[in-house]
C-alpha cells in the first residue's frame, strides 16, 4: 500500500529523512514515532505528495509518486484521508461545511453528503454540533472535526499527524478508537506521535525515527 | 448543478467578504466601462447622422438664365435617364425668389438693390441611395456641369465627406481609449481578485491538500470577476441611459439637433448585449490574469 525506496529529503540542506525505507501492507495499523524534529511530519507529506522527495522512490497504491503528474495529484490525495498537526480548518465554515469540503471537491451530489456528513460527524462525537465555527470550539473538538473530515471520504489511507499532541489522556484514548475503528473498515492507518502512552495501549507495528533515520521498524510479532 | 451552485455561492463569498475592495473595483468597473460606453454612442450617433445626411446629398444645377422651358425639360429627360439620379425637382426663379423671401424676410433690403429677380432657376437632383460614393457624385457632378444649359453645379459632399474623416478618426480615438480603458479595467479587476486570493490562501491550500483540483479551486475567482464585470458593466449602463436621457432632454429644450436626422439613438439592444458581454469577458480576463501571476509567483 505505502512503500518507500531509500527516500531522503532535506529543507535547506538540512537532512529531514535519510535513506528510509520501508513496506506497509493494506489494512495495517501503524504507529510513526520519535522526538520532536525527527522526520515524522517530512514522512508523512510525502505520502500524498505535499512534498516531493529529493531522492528514493515512492509507492502508493502501487503507484510510483515520482511519475504522478501534477493533475493527477488531487486524485492521489482523495484515497488519502491526512490529521493536520494544526488542523487546518476554515475558520470561516462551520463544522458542518469543513467536513463536507472533502466531499464536495469530488463532486459528490448534496443528498448523499449531507448524510455521509452528518453519519461521521455522529461517529466522532460531534453530531450535535454541525453548525458551530470552528474556533469556537476546543482542541479536542477542533481535533474530531479534522478527523472527521480526514475519514468522511472513506479513504484507503488515514494519516494522522500528533492526532493527540494538545489532548489529555482520555481524549487521546477517544481519538485513539476513532481511529482503530477506521482502522477496523480495513483503511491502513499511519499515526505519527511522540506519546508513549498512546504505544502502550495498543500493541501495533511501530516505526521509530531518530534524526531522519528509521531506527527501529517492530512489527507485531516481534 | 450541485456543484455549480457551490461554486457560485463561493464566488459569492469573496465579494461579501471584501465589501470595500469590491466596492471600489465595481466602481472603478463602472465608470471604466462608462468611458467607453460613451465613446461608443457618440460613434453611433454621429454615424447616424451621417447616414441621414448623406440620405439628403443633392446636387443642384442651376441653369443659365437664357434656357428656354423646353429646353428645361428636354434637360430634365436627359438627367433623368441616369441610373444615378433618384429624382429631379425645378425650381423657377420665382420660386428660388419666394423661397428666399420666406427664409430670410430681414433681407428684403439687400434684394432691392440687384434689380428685379436675382435667382437663376435651377434643378434639383436627388442621388440614388446605391450612387452616393464621393468618387460617384463627383462624376455625376462633371456630368452636370459638362451640360451646355448649365450654369453652376453646387453639391453638400465636401463636408459630409469631411464629416466621414471625422467620423473615422472618431473611431481611431474610441478604440485607442477602449483598450487603454479595457486594459485599466482588467488591471484593476484582476487586483481585487489577487487581495481575494491572497485573504484566502490558506483556505487554498487547505483545498488542495484536501485533494480538489486547480479548476475547483479556482472556478470561483473566475466567476468572481464575471460577476464584477457584468455587475459593472450593467450599472454603467444605466448611467449611460440616464445621461443619454438628460442630454436628449436638453437638447429638445434648445429645439436644436443641429439640423441632423431625426434625434439622437441610444446603443442598439444587440450592441447593449455585446457590451454585458464584454464585461464579463473582461472581469473573467481580470482573474485569469491574477491567477496566472499567482501561478508563476508560486513555481
Ligand atoms: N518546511 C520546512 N522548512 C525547513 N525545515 C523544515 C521544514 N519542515 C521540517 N523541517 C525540518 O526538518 C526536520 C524534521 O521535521 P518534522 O518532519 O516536522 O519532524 P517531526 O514532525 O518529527 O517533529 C526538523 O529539523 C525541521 O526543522
Ligand atoms: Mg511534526
Given at each position: 500500500m505505502i512503500e518507500f525506496y531509500h527516500v531522503s529529503k532535506a529543507y535547506n540542506g538540512w537532512?529531514?529523512?535519510?535513506d528510509v525505507s520501508f513496506k506497509i501492507d493494506k489494512g495495517e495499523f501503524v504507529f510513526l514515532t520519535g522526538h520532536s524534529g525527527a522526520g515524522k511530519t517530512t514522512l508523512l507529506r510525502l505520502i500524498f505528495r505535499a512534498d516531493a522527495p529529493d531522492e528514493g522512490q515512492i509507492l502508493v497504491n502501487n503507484r510510483n509518486l515520482l511519475h504522478l503528474r501534477e493533475s493527477e495529484v488531487p486524485y492521489l490525495r482523495r484515497t488519502i484521508g491526512f490529521v493536520f498537526q494544526d488542523f487546518?480548518?476554515?475558520?470561516?465554515?462551520t463544522v458542518f461545511e469543513n467536513v463536507a469540503l472533502a466531499l464536495k471537491v469530488t463532486g459528490m451530489p448534496e443528498g448523499v453528503l449531507r448524510v455521509k456528513v452528518a453519519e461521521t460527524l455522529s461517529a466522532v462525537?460531534?453530531?450535535?454540533?454541525?453548525?458551530?465555527?470552528?474556533?469556537?470550539?476546543?482542541a479536542g473538538e477542533q481535533q474530531r472535526v479534522c478527523l472527521a473530515r480526514a475519514i468522511v471520504s472513506d479513504p484507503q489511507i488515514l494519516l494522522a499527524d500528533?492526532?493527540?499532541?494538545?489532548?489529555?489522556a482520555d481524549l487521546s484514548g477517544e481519538i485513539l478508537e476513532l481511529m482503530k475503528s477506521a482502522n477496523a473498515r480495513g483503511t491502513t492507518v499511519v499515526l505519527a506521535t511522540h506519546n508513549r502512552e498512546l504505544l502502550k495501549r495498543w500493541r501495533r507495528r511501530v516505526m521509530r525515527l531518530e534524526q531522519g533515520r528509521m531506527a527501529e521498524d517492530r512489527s507485531l510479532e516481534a | 448543478m450541485t456543484r455549480l451552485r457551490y461554486l457560485l455561492r463561493e464566488a459569492v463569498d469573496n465579494i461579501k467578504s471584501n465589501r470595500t475592495t469590491t466596492f471600489v473595483a465595481l466602481a472603478t468597473t463602472t465608470f471604466t466601462m462608462l468611458g467607453m460606453g460613451v465613446f461608443l454612442l457618440l460613434y453611433l450617433n454621429v454615424q447616424e447622422a451621417l447616414g441621414s445626411l448623406r440620405e439628403e446629398i443633392k446636387v443642384i444645377v442651376y441653369l443659365r438664365d437664357t434656357v428656354s422651358p423646353q429646353a428645361v425639360s428636354r434637360v430634365r429627360a436627359e438627367i433623368g435617364?441616369?441610373?444615378?439620379?433618384a429624382g429631379i425637382e425645378y425650381v423657377s426663379r420665382e420660386q428660388a425668389l419666394a423661397t428666399f423671401r420666406a427664409q430670410f424676410p430681414s433681407e428684403e433690403r439687400l434684394l432691392s438693390g440687384l434689380g428685379d429677380n436675382p435667382f437663376p432657376a435651377s434643378l434639383v437632383v436627388k442621388v440614388s441611395p446605391a450612387y452616393r460614393s464621393s468618387e460617384q457624385v463627383r462624376e455625376l457632378v462633371q456630368k452636370l456641369s459638362?451640360?451646355?444649359?448649365?450654369?453652376e453645379v453646387l453639391y453638400s459632399q465636401d463636408w459630409i465627406e469631411n464629416l466621414a474623416v471625422a467620423l473615422r478618426y472618431l473611431k481611431a480615438l474610441g478604440l485607442g481609449v477602449g483598450m487603454v480603458l479595457a486594459a485599466s479595467m482588467v488591471t484593476i479587476l484582476a487586483n481585487t481578485i489577487r487581495l481575494t486570493l491572497h485573504a484566502r490562501r490558506d483556505e487554498i491550500e487547505i483545498m488542495h491538500l484536501i485533494g480538489a483540483t486547480t479548476a475547483f479551486i479556482k472556478t470561483p475567482f473566475v466567476l468572481e470577476g464575471a460577476l464584477l464585470g457584468g455587475a459593472g458593466a450593467l450599472c454603467s449602463l444605466f448611467l449611460l441611459r440616464t445621461l443619454f436621457g438628460l442630454t436628449e432632454a436638453q437638447l429638445a429644450l434648445r429645439g436644436t439637433?443641429?439640423?441632423?436626422?431625426r434625434g439622437l439613438v441610444f446603443l442598439p439592444d444587440r450592441v447593449t448585449v455585446a457590451f454585458l458581454l464584454l464585461g464579463i469577458m473582461l472581469g473573467c480576463l481580470g482573474s485569469v490574469v491574477s491567477l496566472l501571476q499567482q501561478r508563476r509567483a508560486r513555481s
Amino acid at each position: 500500500m505505502i512503500e518507500f525506496y531509500h527516500v531522503s529529503k532535506a529543507y535547506n540542506g538540512w537532512p529531514a529523512l535519510h535513506d528510509v525505507s520501508f513496506k506497509i501492507d493494506k489494512g495495517e495499523f501503524v504507529f510513526l514515532t520519535g522526538h520532536s524534529g525527527a522526520g515524522k511530519t517530512t514522512l508523512l507529506r510525502l505520502i500524498f505528495r505535499a512534498d516531493a522527495p529529493d531522492e528514493g522512490q515512492i509507492l502508493v497504491n502501487n503507484r510510483n509518486l515520482l511519475h504522478l503528474r501534477e493533475s493527477e495529484v488531487p486524485y492521489l490525495r482523495r484515497t488519502i484521508g491526512f490529521v493536520f498537526q494544526d488542523f487546518r480548518l476554515l475558520p470561516k465554515k462551520t463544522v458542518f461545511e469543513n467536513v463536507a469540503l472533502a466531499l464536495k471537491v469530488t463532486g459528490m451530489p448534496e443528498g448523499v453528503l449531507r448524510v455521509k456528513v452528518a453519519e461521521t460527524l455522529s461517529a466522532v462525537g460531534l453530531g450535535h454540533k454541525p453548525d458551530a465555527m470552528p474556533l469556537t470550539l476546543s482542541a479536542g473538538e477542533q481535533q474530531r472535526v479534522c478527523l472527521a473530515r480526514a475519514i468522511v471520504s472513506d479513504p484507503q489511507i488515514l494519516l494522522a499527524d500528533e492526532p493527540t499532541g494538545n489532548l489529555d489522556a482520555d481524549l487521546s484514548g477517544e481519538i485513539l478508537e476513532l481511529m482503530k475503528s477506521a482502522n477496523a473498515r480495513g483503511t491502513t492507518v499511519v499515526l505519527a506521535t511522540h506519546n508513549r502512552e498512546l504505544l502502550k495501549r495498543w500493541r501495533r507495528r511501530v516505526m521509530r525515527l531518530e534524526q531522519g533515520r528509521m531506527a527501529e521498524d517492530r512489527s507485531l510479532e516481534a | 448543478m450541485t456543484r455549480l451552485r457551490y461554486l457560485l455561492r463561493e464566488a459569492v463569498d469573496n465579494i461579501k467578504s471584501n465589501r470595500t475592495t469590491t466596492f471600489v473595483a465595481l466602481a472603478t468597473t463602472t465608470f471604466t466601462m462608462l468611458g467607453m460606453g460613451v465613446f461608443l454612442l457618440l460613434y453611433l450617433n454621429v454615424q447616424e447622422a451621417l447616414g441621414s445626411l448623406r440620405e439628403e446629398i443633392k446636387v443642384i444645377v442651376y441653369l443659365r438664365d437664357t434656357v428656354s422651358p423646353q429646353a428645361v425639360s428636354r434637360v430634365r429627360a436627359e438627367i433623368g435617364q441616369d441610373p444615378a439620379v433618384a429624382g429631379i425637382e425645378y425650381v423657377s426663379r420665382e420660386q428660388a425668389l419666394a423661397t428666399f423671401r420666406a427664409q430670410f424676410p430681414s433681407e428684403e433690403r439687400l434684394l432691392s438693390g440687384l434689380g428685379d429677380n436675382p435667382f437663376p432657376a435651377s434643378l434639383v437632383v436627388k442621388v440614388s441611395p446605391a450612387y452616393r460614393s464621393s468618387e460617384q457624385v463627383r462624376e455625376l457632378v462633371q456630368k452636370l456641369s459638362a451640360l451646355s444649359e448649365t450654369e453652376e453645379v453646387l453639391y453638400s459632399q465636401d463636408w459630409i465627406e469631411n464629416l466621414a474623416v471625422a467620423l473615422r478618426y472618431l473611431k481611431a480615438l474610441g478604440l485607442g481609449v477602449g483598450m487603454v480603458l479595457a486594459a485599466s479595467m482588467v488591471t484593476i479587476l484582476a487586483n481585487t481578485i489577487r487581495l481575494t486570493l491572497h485573504a484566502r490562501r490558506d483556505e487554498i491550500e487547505i483545498m488542495h491538500l484536501i485533494g480538489a483540483t486547480t479548476a475547483f479551486i479556482k472556478t470561483p475567482f473566475v466567476l468572481e470577476g464575471a460577476l464584477l464585470g457584468g455587475a459593472g458593466a450593467l450599472c454603467s449602463l444605466f448611467l449611460l441611459r440616464t445621461l443619454f436621457g438628460l442630454t436628449e432632454a436638453q437638447l429638445a429644450l434648445r429645439g436644436t439637433f443641429w439640423g441632423i436626422g431625426r434625434g439622437l439613438v441610444f446603443l442598439p439592444d444587440r450592441v447593449t448585449v455585446a457590451f454585458l458581454l464584454l464585461g464579463i469577458m473582461l472581469g473573467c480576463l481580470g482573474s485569469v490574469v491574477s491567477l496566472l501571476q499567482q501561478r508563476r509567483a508560486r513555481s
